[in-house]
């Protein structure tokens, strides 16, 4: 069984060339016009744009431990995919991008958010340049929280702590310290009282 890529560079590496080279190109437009606060890696087993739990820490609604997708890339079996999330979650930004697209003649065959093609030629890359430029982090968050309701954003996956090794060795002696002093109080209490009477 083949190994899945951990890196961007070995992902492409293993794809045959026509699939590598366009898959390239769609790359390098979509990492010129990427806004801000966007990374890069391997997300899903694609080629992914996404925000960092830096960023948004509760990441992806349906695996608190993913960054939010924005975008990926892929080579697929009969096709190479073109995912565009920030579409997906934005109504009016997806009837944009398919009027943009369709504007240039070229043939759309895409589905919810999937957009699949067979060459680079298929692919309008200014139209797709513009549609990731338009759409910087914050925005994409807004659209994002505002169509997942809160209810169900699970906040990603705290670390374990052990609670034995939580409690700190000091807190126990300055309790002892404390119940130790409690006795020699009462005694001086005492001996005033008595020196009053």
Same mark, same amino acid.
């Given at each position: 069984?083949?190994?899945?890529?951990?890196?961007?560079?070995?992902?492409?590496?293993?794809?045959?060339?026509?699939?590598?080279?366009?898959?390239?190109?769609?790359?390098?437009?979509?990492?010129?016009?990427?806004?801000?606060?966007?990374?890069?890696?391997?997300?899903?087993?694609?080629?992914?744009?996404?925000?960092?739990?830096?960023?948004?820490?509760?990441?992806?609604?349906?695996?608190?431990?993913?960054?939010?997708?924005?975008?990926?890339?892929?080579?697929?079996?009969?096709?190479?995919?073109?995912?565009?999330?920030?579409?997906?979650?934005?109504?009016?930004?997806?009837?944009?991008?398919?009027?943009?697209?369709?504007?240039?003649?070229?043939?759309?065959?895409?589905?919810?958010?999937?957009?699949?093609?067979?060459?680079?030629?298929?692919?309008?890359?200014?139209?797709?340049?513009?549609?990731?430029?338009?759409?910087?982090?914050?925005?994409?968050? +807004?659209?994002?929280?505002?169509?997942?309701?809160? /209810?169900?954003? &699970? $906040?990603?996956? #705290? =670390? !374990?702590?052990? *609670? %034995? @090794?939580?409690?700190?060795? +000091?807190?126990?002696?300055?309790?002892?310290?404390? /119940?130790?002093? &409690? $006795?020699?109080? #009462? =005694? !001086?209490?005492? *001996? %005033? @009282?008595?020196?009053?009477?």
């Amino acid at each position: 069984m083949p190994t899945k890529p951990a890196t961007v560079q070995d992902y492409l590496a293993s794809l045959p060339d026509d699939r590598r080279e366009a898959l390239e190109a769609v790359r390098k437009v979509i990492l010129k016009n990427l806004p801000k606060g966007y990374e890069e890696g391997i997300q899903y087993g694609m080629i992914g744009y996404f925000v960092p739990h830096s960023i948004y820490p509760d990441g992806y609604h349906c695996d608190p431990k993913q960054p939010l997708p924005f975008a990926s890339i892929a080579s697929q079996k009969n096709h190479m995919g073109l995912y565009l999330f920030c579409v997906y979650c934005d109504p009016e930004g997806k009837d944009r991008f398919v009027r943009e697209w369709k504007a240039t003649g070229k043939k759309l065959d895409m589905g919810a958010s999937c957009v699949r093609f067979k060459k680079l030629e298929d692919v309008p890359l200014d139209v797709l340049g513009a549609t990731i430029k338009r759409v910087p982090v914050k925005d994409f968050i +807004a659209v994002y929280e505002s169509i997942i309701p809160a /209810s169900k954003r &699970k $906040p990603a996956a #705290k =670390k !374990k702590t052990n *609670k %034995k @090794t939580a409690k700190k060795p +000091a807190s126990k002696k300055a309790a002892k310290k404390k /119940s130790a002093k &409690k $006795p020699a109080s #009462k =005694k !001086k209490v005492t *001996k %005033k @009282t008595t020196r009053k009477r």
